[in-house]
Every structure is written in structure tokens, then in C-alpha cells.
């Protein structure tokens, strides 16, 4: 039987759930001995296969047109889709923004901070990304695991990616479910 | 006596037992976000609801009382269901967002309450309405983005300190916690006693120095007791690598049962007062740092050559073992006095009557707690030994009368049905004339109010609240300035004899009991000494007192901070904090308290029990006898146990 595919990518966050997932360790090598690791932001393919794969990751919430397109993609052509970290789960810390208006937040970013000079203002480039109010992955697509954490663990990574390549249902409960 | 069984397990409970509380006896856990030990039940939060055979819709444990043959179930997938679904309710109001907050990680009861549901995301998100943060206070922070109004800082400010600062505004979705009409808390009728901060089951109600200072799992806790006043409140000294992260009332402590006041939570955090470091010996006019040694022979060298001359002064903060040791000193150098740093203080009158009458004659803290009427004479107790305000406080809306005699307005003055400004001198009189009333059904009434400069409507309340009482607590507050205490405390204790009520004399400092047991309550006399001990600890004198000690030709002080006294003095020995050194102590009602020791001292400094003891050393006095044998050989006006 082949392996289970693995594909992950990330929104709204700040990458620090991959890099926990990186604390793994050496366990990595085992790993990939379970499964075949596709798409990532730390592997040369960038987009899941379009064929899928057994569990897609996300980590971080949905703030923009993109990260929504992003979203759909990977629910897609993922069985199983996985909310990485609290802003994957919650919306985590990006969502604090949620509590402005949009307006609020674009000129606090691109004109208010203290080392943008007058010429600072808010990009409107049509190529851009359209920002949004910041959404959990399961306001957007269907979830089927959580796993929250800010970030999650590398030992409860460990688990929930082991137990999934042995094609169990990882349970978070008790030590493994932590929302900090 | 009813019969219920909750999952699986019969048992016996006493009438009116909530179910909550029969289950918590069978060892059944049921989560609540509203409810205290120490509180009223609320049923506010739902968390505990249970299901109960017969009964068609859950019902809130903690509100329920035990009826017999009851049968409760707690761990069925619908209450855990209802459990699950009331969480999600709640995160979805407000921002309960765990990585920026101050309480997570095992020290919020909201999300410890998720976890224990295996709650993994927010089924219903947040509505993103923002709410104030209101930093007005100076070392309380009101986060109102985290309430999940559970009332129990309410209901604690109500209940147990009485103050009624907090309250709620508006219904539903637009509830929210507001100080008296809405002012900043900084601006309220708040007294920063903390008790809300120690209920707040979030993050709602922070304090400026522990928060984000480590969850309690890795705080050190010490249980001792709060040296702040007479009372001696139990506490939490919550430390962390040597370090005060915060203190806590205990509320295991029988004399306050968890509630503490601004001294003994705040104060001890904004301590700025500079340590003293190192001993220190007068050369050629100016104070040189020496060793331990040095300082010692030195300061024994003064003491044997100025025997018979000498004044000592010790601070009433100080252990019974520092005492004792300090005692055995000046006896053995035959000093003129020995005395303590009490400024105003009425104690020595206390004992003086104790020492006549032969007999204890006050009441213990525990009497007063139920009292159906306060007479508040001489001090404000809601600035000293406050947590005394807060019994009484809390017993208004039971119905409890609040009488308060001083010389000036107080902040008891709101709480009162009759508040009286009567001058220190007059107050013996007005006493004696209020007891002749009572006694006597009958007197002058318009010549004594007028003789006092009161409403006569006033005059007959007061007679009227303590004649019909059934329980009047009688508070003498003897950290006052009176010409003739002995005068004051006669009369007070006619009255109270007449009225058969609670007496309790306020005392002082925490061991002031202990230092007259032991006989240092004599008068300060120091105008021709050569020499005199301070042994101060860490006391902070005012200003004006500190003057006597300035004219002093010699002075060998132990304290522990820098001061305009050690500034003067000519030996100086740096001595342990009340955070430093363990001891015991005896309070205002007579317990033999022991303090623990919660923080390490710096390396040069050691107690003031171990630095006089090896002054005793080199002096050759002989072993005193013990504090506690002492003690049992005065008679004292609280039984001391």
C-alpha cells in the first residue's frame, strides 16, 4: 500500500507552528518512513497535488482573499484537514484585529507607525490580496481535526502526525490539548 | 437529615446541603465558573448543571438543595453536552483569546473548564466587541474583554469586605462590571483591599505586579502571617526565585477567613524603603561599613561602659524571640527604660487594668463576627486594622447597627446610622453619660446633647441601637492619642459590662501583646541617657517620633532599611525583613501566631534575634528565661493561647 501524503501550508500566522512541527527532532526521519511528506512551505512543491493528499495542514486563520483561496484548495484535495495553532483554531493573535475596522487596521499598519513618513499609505494594487476580517479555518471549510496551541507542541505534533499516518484519529484531551 | 445518591454513591446530608456541596463531600468533581466556597450561591454561570431523575431540564447544582431519595446523575453525555454548549456561549462573547492573557496555562478557571471537557475550538466565534480596559487603579487593572460575569468579585466585595464598590450594569449582552455608578475603579469608593482580584476566576481583574509573572504552579507559596497590624490575617506569600510575586489572603485562616486589606496585599509590593547592607561603626564622624564582629564589640563595649544609663526601644513588629533576647539585655544592663516605638498607643493602659483586675476581659475576634451592632471608639478601622471594618461591614445588610465615635470624620462615617465627632478627651464623659442613660433609663438627654454638641435625635438613637442589640462587638481603637487612655478604656468597659458586649482593644502593632507580656511597655525616657538600643526591624517610623531619638548622644540601631535615624545612629546593624524571618508573634485577641519565613535575605543580614543574640553573647548576660513562661506569669486582657 503506498504511504499516506502529507501537505501543509500556511495562512495567517507567523510560521512558528511549522517550525514546532521542526522540533520534532530526529523523529522527522521517522516520519517520512510512515508518510510522504508533499507540499510545504519548507519543500519545493508549493501547492498539494491535484490528485490530493491523505491530511492537509493549515496553520494560521483566514485574513484575506488569498488565504481563503488557499483554504478551499487544500480542502479540496485533502481527506482529512487539519487547523494547525490557536490562529488556525481561533483566529489566534491576528484576529486581536477583528476588534477595529478594517479601515482601523490597514492605516494603523501602512501611515500611523512611527518610522512611516507622509508618503505612507495604504496599498490598493488590484494584484493584491483583499484583507478581510480575520476568520478560524472553520468558519471558511469544513474542519475534521484541531489541533490548538500557540504553537501546539512538537511532542503533540509528533502524536497527531504519527497517529494519522497509522490512520487513526488523533484524540487531544487531557496533557495533549492546550490552548496557549 | 436527607438521603440522595449521586452517581452511584448514597449518602447523608444535613437539610438545605446544595448538591453541589454533597458532591464535593463524595469526592464527585462538578465544574463551576461562578461559585466560591466562600460565597453566596449564584447559579449564574450554569456550569454545574446536573440531571436529576424525575426532573425534566438540568438544574444548577450549587443552587439546588438536596431533597430526599434525590437521585443525580453528573457524568451523562446531556450534561456534558449542556456543559459544552454554555462554554461555547461564553467564548463567544468577549475576547478569551489564551496566548495574550495573564491567567492562562492553568491558572483560569474558564479554560481549565474547556480542557476538561476535551474542548478543542470555539463551535460559535467571538462577535469582536470591544470592551474597556480600566487602568485607573493603582494596583488593580480591570480587563473587561475577559469577564465572564460570574459576579463573584461582586459578591465578594459585598459579602465579605461589605464595601459594595463593584455592581453590574445593564441586562444580558450589555452587562457589564462597573465601580459604584460607573466611575473608573481608580476614582471609586474602592479601599484596594484585593479580595476580587483573588476570586476572579479569569483574567479580568489583574494586579500590576503578578501578572505574566509565571503561573502559580511555579510560584513558591509560603503560609504565614500578615505583620501589618494587631490582627495577624493568614496569607499566602507567593514568591518566585526569591522574589515577591504576591500576596494572598489564606482563606484557611480562622481570624479572617481569606479576606486581607491594601497593608497586607499592596503595600509589601511597593515597599521602596533602601536595605541596609552591611554593619556600620561611626568614625571620625562619619559611619564606616565594619564586620559583624567588629559592630558587635564595639556595640558591647558602649553597652558595659554606659550600664545603668541606657534606653531601649524596641519595634512591636519583632518576634517574641527578638524580644526576649532584647529584654534579657537591658535587664541585665539595668537600663532606665524599655520601651516601644508605639506612638500612640493605649496598650500599656490595657495591661495596667489586666494587671488590677487580675482577669482577661476581651472578647476574641471570633465573638465579634455576628454582632448585631458595632460601637467604633477612637480609631478609624478603615485605615488601621481594617480588616475589623470589614466584619462589621458586611453584617449591615443583615441588619447589624454601626455607631462610630471619633475625633474626626472617618470612613466608617457612610456605613454608620450614627457617626459622632467627639473629641479624645471628651470621649470618656460622653461614654459615661451615654452608660447612665442606659443604665438608668433615664437623664438629661437635651443637656447632654447639648454638652456635646449633638442632635438629641442622635443621642436617643445610639441608646436605643445599643440597648435593644443582642450582640454589640465594642472596639476600642487604642492606636490613639489620649491624654488619659486609662480614663477612656474605664468607661468603655462600664458600658460594656452594662450592655454585656464584645470587647476588643485594637492594639497596635502585631506583637504588641507579646511585648507587654514580657514587660517592655514602659514610657520612652530618654532625655539623659548615654545610650540608647533601638532595635527597630523593619518599622517605619513618622517623622515626628523619630525626632526623640535625634538628641541622643549614642545609639546602636538594628533595622532593616535606611532611615534618617540609622543616618544618625553610631553602630548600625542590618537585620532581616518581616519576609525574612520566622518567629512568633501574639495578636490583638491573644493567638501565638508562628511566621514563616517566605524570602531569603540578603547575604549580610541576619534576624534580629540571631544579631542581639550575639550581642547577649559577648556581653556575658545569662540565658533568659523563655518568652513563653513569661508570658504565663502576666496577666494580660486576652486569655493567650
Redesign the interface.
Known amino acids: 500500500m503506498a504511504k499516506p501524503t502529507v501537505a501543509s501550508d500556511w495562512l495567517a500566522g507567523c510560521a512558528g507552528c511549522h517550525m514546532s512541527f521542526l522540533d520534532i527532532d530526529e523523529r522527522i526521519v521517522k516520519l517520512v518512513e510512515l508518510v510522504d511528506l508533499r507540499a510545504t512551505p519548507i519543500t519545493d512543491l508549493k501547492e498539494p497535488d491535484k490528485e490530493g493528499v491523505t491530511v492537509g495542514i493549515l496553520e494560521g486563520g483566514i485574513n484575506n482573499s488569498h488565504n481563503e483561496h488557499v483554504a478551499k484548495q487544500m480542502r479540496a484535495r485533502s481527506k482529512i484537514l487539519v487547523?494547525l495553532g490557536?490562529c488556525a483554531?481561533?483566529?489566534?493573535?491576528p484576529?486581536?484585529r477583528?476588534?477595529?475596522t478594517l479601515e482601523e487596521s490597514l492605516k494603523r499598519a501602512y501611515v500611523e507607525t512611527p518610522t512611516t513618513d507622509e508618503s505612507g499609505k495604504i496599498p490598493s494594487s488590484p494584484e493584491l490580496a483583499k484583507p478581510m476580517?480575520v476568520?478560524?479555518v472553520?468558519?471558511v471549510v469544513k474542519?475534521d481535526?484541531?489541533?490548538?496551541g500557540?504553537p501546539p507542541d512538537a511532542d503533540i505534533i509528533f502524536y497527531v502526525l504519527a497517529e494519522l499516518a497509522q490512520g487513526r484519529m488523533p484524540?487531544?484531551?487531557?496533557n495533549n490539548?492546550m490552548?496557549? | 437529615m436527607v438521603k440522595i445518591t449521586i452517581d452511584g454513591k448514597t449518602t447523608e446530608v444535613e437539610r438545605g446541603t446544595t448538591i453541589l456541596n454533597a458532591a464535593r463531600d463524595l469526592g464527585i468533581e462538578i465544574p463551576t465558573l461562578c461559585d466560591h466556597p466562600e460565597l453566596t450561591p449564584y447559579g449564574g454561570c450554569r456550569m454545574c448543571l446536573v440531571e436529576v431523575e424525575g426532573i425534566k431540564t438540568l438544574q444548577p447544582s450549587c443552587t439546588l438543595p438536596a431533597g430526599n431519595d434525590m437521585v443525580i446523575h453528573t457524568d451523562t453525555q446531556k450534561v456534558h453536552n449542556a456543559r459544552k454548549f454554555i462554554l461555547s456561549m461564553i467564548f463567544s462573547e468577549r475576547n478569551h483569546f489564551c496566548p495574550s492573557c495573564q491567567v492562562t496555562a492553568g491558572d483560569c478557571d474558564l479554560q481549565n473548564a474547556a480542557y476538561d471537557e476535551s474542548m478543542t475550538h470555539w463551535p460559535i466565534m467571538p462577535n469582536w466587541q470591544p470592551y474597556p480596559v480600566d487602568a485607573s487603579h493603582p494596583f488593580i487593572i480591570l480587563e473587561h474583554n475577559r469577564c465572564i460575569l460570574c459576579r463573584q468579585c461582586v459578591r465578594a466585595c459585598g459579602e465579605l469586605v461589605g464595601n459594595f464598590t463593584l455592581a453590574f450594569e445593564e441586562r444580558g449582552a450589555d452587562s457589564n462590571l462597573i465601580a459604584d455608578l460607573g466611575l473608573p475603579l481608580g476614582e471609586s469608593s474602592c479601599i484596594s483591599c484585593g479580595t476580587c482580584l483573588q476570586v476572579c476566576p479569569t483574567g479580568t481583574l489583574i494586579d500590576r505586579w503578578s501578572a505574566f509573572q509565571g503561573k502559580e504552579t511555579e510560584l513558591d507559596k509560603t503560609k504565614t502571617i500578615c505583620l501589618g497590624c494587631s490582627i495577624g490575617c493568614g496569607i499566602d506569600v507567593l514568591t518566585r526565585d526569591n522574589r515577591l510575586v504576591r500576596i494572598e489572603g489564606d482563606w484557611d485562616a480562622e481570624i479572617n477567613g481569606g479576606v486581607i486589606c491594601e497593608v497586607g496585599r499592596f503595600l509589601p509590593m511597593v515597599e521602596e524603603r533602601e536595605r541596609l547592607l552591611t554593619p556600620m561603626i561611626r568614625a571620625n564622624g562619619k559611619l564606616k561599613a565594619a564586620t559583624w564582629d567588629n559592630a558587635i564589640s564595639a556595640a558591647a563595649e558602649k553597652i558595659t561602659a554606659s550600664k545603668g544609663n541606657i534606653s531601649g526601644v524596641a519595634s512591636t513588629r519583632l518576634s517574641m524571640e527578638a524580644l526576649n533576647e532584647f529584654k534579657a539585655i537591658c535587664d541585665a544592663y539595668d537600663t532606665k527604660s524599655i520601651a516601644t516605638t508605639e506612638e500612640f498607643s493605649a496598650v500599656s493602659a490595657v495591661f495596667d487594668l489586666a494587671k488590677s483586675s487580675g482577669k482577661a476581659f476581651e472578647s476574641k475576634i471570633d465573638e465579634i463576627k455576628n454582632a448585631d451592632c458595632y460601637l467604633m471608639i477612637g480609631e478609624d478601622t478603615t485605615k488601621d486594622h481594617q480588616v475589623i471594618s470589614f466584619f462589621a461591614k458586611r453584617q449591615i445588610p443583615a441588619g447589624s447597627k454601626l455607631i462610630q465615635i471619633s475625633e474626626s470624620p472617618s470612613g466608617l462615617d457612610n456605613f454608620a446610622v450614627e457617626s459622632l465627632i467627639i473629641e479624645n478627651n471628651s470621649q470618656s464623659a460622653f461614654i459615661d453619660a451615654i452608660n447612665n442613660l442606659i443604665t438608668n433609663k433615664s437623664g438629661d438627654t437635651e443637656k447632654i446633647a447639648k454638652t456635646f454638641k449633638l442632635n438629641l435625635s442622635s443621642l436617643n438613637n445610639i441608646v436605643e441601637v445599643l440597648s435593644s442589640a443582642k450582640i454589640v462587638a465594642v472596639i476600642f481603637g487604642s492606636r490613639t492619642n489620649y491624654d488619659n487612655a486609662a480614663a477612656v478604656l474605664g468607661s468603655i468597659i462600664s458600658l460594656n459590662n452594662q450592655i454585656n458586649g464584645k470587647l476588643i482593644t485594637t492594639k497596635g502593632n502585631i506583637n504588641s501583646v507579646g511585648a507587654s507580656a514580657i514587660g517592655i511597655n514602659g514610657a520612652i525616657n530618654i532625655d539623659d541617657s548615654e545610650l540608647i538600643i533601638l532595635a527597630l526591624g523593619d518599622e517605619e517610623l513618622s517623622q515626628n517620633f523619630s525626632k526623640k531619638f535625634e538628641k541622643s548622644p549614642f545609639s546602636i540601631i538594628f533595622s532593616s532599611y535606611i532611615s534618617p535615624l540609622t543616618a544618625n545612629a553610631d553602630i548600625v546593624f542590618p537585620v532581616k525583613n518581616w519576609l525574612e524571618q520566622g518567629g512568633h508573634f501574639i495578636n490583638l485577641d491573644g493567638h501565638i501566631f508562628e511566621a514563616k519565613a517566605a524570602l531569603e535575605a540578603p547575604e549580610e543580614v541576619i534576624s534580629c534575634e540571631e544579631s542581639l543574640s550575639k550581642l547577649a553573647n559577648v556581653l556575658k548576660v545569662k540565658k533568659q528565661r523563655s518568652w513563653k513562661e513569661l508570658v504565663k506569669e502576666t496577666p494580660a486582657p486576652v486569655t493567650i493561647s
Open positions: 487547523a490557536d483554531v481561533f483566529g489566534g493573535i484576529a486581536m477583528n476588534f477595529f476580517l476568520r478560524a472553520h468558519e474542519v481535526l484541531f489541533v490548538p500557540c484524540k487531544l484531551e487531557n490539548l490552548w496557549n
